[in-house]
T-cell receptor, first 113, second 113 residues
């Protein structure tokens, strides 16, 4: 049962344009969401997170949007840069006690110069 | 600041040989600790997690085991490796409490031949 889904395995975007990566979840208990960036043969790096009490969180070029009613979140990268080319993982967890973090299968972003 | 290290970074082991991957966290106490494996097309799969010394929970049945002999040390082991154990293994930690981010180590490439 895939509780966190990233339905687009890959995405290509021109440098300078916006990259939009999407993520859907099924577990209504999830209340904290994260995005990670991963280069080949390296550990994932935390990018940005959002709590379910918010619908938007921004950090520089990265913005995460959360639509709780649709159980959908998205990561916007503006402007996209070649160094953003990597695999992006969406993740979700629920608060309190031990938090098991569930990851999506990832979206490979290629930013074309 | 907190840091996480895992080793070795790469290893090639014959089928039937033992395995030991080690991970340590510095700069924090009583962290939650995790072992993940990244498999092609399957994202990040949680193998084990630990909320305290000697407390290990397994997420999936497998040929591997985990131990936490000290507060900030997490070890992934196998008595006899299988070909299917090949993959990229990631250690991670998070702080106890709600809405916390998990942070990954550099990863270890295991090739079983």
């Amino acid at each position: 049962d895939q509780q966190v889904k990233q339905n687009s395995p890959s995405l290509s975007v021109q440098e300078g344009r916006i990259s939009i990566l999407n993520c859907d979840y099924t577990n209504s208990m999830f209340d904290y969401f994260l995005w990670y960036k991963k280069y080949p043969a390296e550990g994932p790096t935390f990018l940005i997170s959002i709590s379910s009490i918010k619908d938007k969180n921004e950090d520089g070029r990265f913005t995460v949007f959360l639509n709780k009613s649709a159980k959908h979140l998205s990561l916007h990268i503006v402007p996209s840069q070649p160094g953003d080319s990597a695999v992006y993982f969406c993740a979700a967890t629920n608060s309190g006690g031990y938090q098991k973090v569930t990851f999506g299968t990832g979206t490979k972003l290629q930013v074309i110069p | 600041s907190q840091t996480i290290h895992q080793w070795p970074a790469t290893l090639v082991q014959p089928v039937g040989s033992p395995l030991s991957l080690e991970c340590t966290v510095e700069g924090t106490s009583n962290p939650n600790l995790y072992w993940y494996r990244q498999a092609a097309g399957r994202g990040l799969q949680l193998l084990f997690y630990s909320v305290g010394i000697g407390q290990i929970s397994s997420e999936v049945p497998q040929n591997l085991s985990a131990s936490r002999p000290q507060d900030r040390q997490f070890i992934l082991s196998s008595k006899k490796l299988l070909l299917s154990d090949s993959g990229f293994y990631l250690c991670a930690w998070s702080q106890t409490g709600s809405g916390n981010t998990i942070y990954f180590g550099e990863g270890s490439w295991l090739t079983v031949v």
